[in-house]
């Protein structure tokens, strides 16, 4: 359960039912709009390298990093992940596609397999 703040005595703290229900409604916002999906299409129609100054985080997982790759050549590598049975690295190189934007990344990070599954589906071959 989350601490009350004793310099606010107006914010109340959540109750961990309370803090589930609010974590089950920002993955419910993320999953029913399937904004996950926007951000794969993005990142598939994307083919120029990042620049480094807006890619704040250029290594999201271990092995997988964005270097001079496009997102559209990070979502090949997504497949080619999935097809060697590489789940957390697929997801990785998803994530990485969004290293400038935070929002866009954590709807794919809130989809989870449903992103990668998305990606396989309607861009392998």
Known sequence: MAEQDQNNPTEKALTEQEEKDLLDKVREKYLLVEEYKINI????????????????????????????????????????????????EALGWLLVTQCHNDNARMSIAVAGGAAITYAVTTYGS
């Open 41 to 88: 299409d993005w990142a598939w129609s994307n083919f120029g390298a990042p620049r480094e100054e807006r890619c704040k985080d250029p290594q999201v997982s271990p092995g997988v990093t964005r270097q001079n790759k496009s997102a559209h050549d990070c979502v090949v590598m997504c497949i080619d992940a999935h097809i060697r049975n590489q789940f957390v």
